[in-house]
């Protein structure tokens, strides 16, 4: 198993990349459709699917020029079987399947937070399990324990809305585009500390998982209270942000505590929020843990954590038949062991 392609359609962003166990992440392209669903402030599944059929050919072809190896050199494709858009990853699981049976070699469906969550390892001197993984993308926001490659136990995670839908909708109430959490971070940067107060949800209460729908509420009050005016949005904005980010780092420590594991991973499209990020630092510096991150690009949707993990299935012995199938809702703790 030496070259893998990694497709990943599983919501707006169309991607490809090639991995090779010795020689790490080849290439990897990403074409977003951000421009496509802006106008209508979210993504509109449909425009979804037919960018994907459209972009994808050439963005495998894309990599393949880039590191230089033909198609027929490819050992294994991993494609994202769900959790997404079921229009969206029947594009990739149709692509990703077909090739992979033209070139007479196995496939493997993938699940996409296991993705999200083994991203780190194509960083340098990648973290070793056991581990604790903060995965917080615009689907899910989650804290798992990580024994082992495939063995994962979900300690907490949201029971309404994620992290970044909560920044997603944040945006949208304070005027700014979609997508939101890129948007909402910069506005924060020029809001002024402590102007406004909004709740860090449960972290008063034992245990892990997280609700946000409270604080768009408290947001939506926020913003209905205020002058309406740039300032106070960007006090609600940088106000917001602070009451997420204590969330996150609360239950991450506490589950840190709870597992005694010293090895925090952080992954998923708000891992890329660089106050998450500076404040997670600062913490693992003060309690002597290590936190490990992908580099920005790969914390958001991308296809080479999709062909690592590929990798990783392929290698364990996952196969997919011809009978493949999608999996729009699937949760991390469905996801089946490797046997060792
Ligand atoms: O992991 P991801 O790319 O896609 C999903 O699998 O959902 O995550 C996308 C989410 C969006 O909600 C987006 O607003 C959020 O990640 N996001 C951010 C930042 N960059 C992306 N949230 C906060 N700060 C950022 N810098
Ligand atoms: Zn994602």
Redesign the pocket.
Known sequence: MNLILGIET??D?TAAALYCPRDGLLAHAVFSQVAEHAPYGGVVPELASRDHVRKLTPLVRRVAAESGVALSDLDGVGWTRGP?LPGALMVGAAFGRTLAWGLGIPSVGVH??EA?LLAPMLEPDPPEPPFVALL?????TMLVQVAAFGRYRVLGESVDD????A??KT?RLLGLDY???????RLAAEGRPSAVTLPRPMTTKPGLDFSFSGLKTAVLHAVQESDGGPGSRADIAHEF?EA?VDTLVIKSRRALDRTGCRRLIV??????????RERLTEEAAERGFTVHYPRLEL???NAAMVAYTGYRRLAAGFRDDMDFSVRPRWQLSELAPPVV
């Open positions: 599983s919501c962003e997404g996409h937070m999200h917080v993308s615009g689907g899910h994620a992290a970044g839908e920044f997603d945006a997508p939101g959490g890129p948007a909402v971070a942000q997420v992954a998923g499209g708000v891992g890329a929020n660089a106050r998450l914390c958001t949707d």
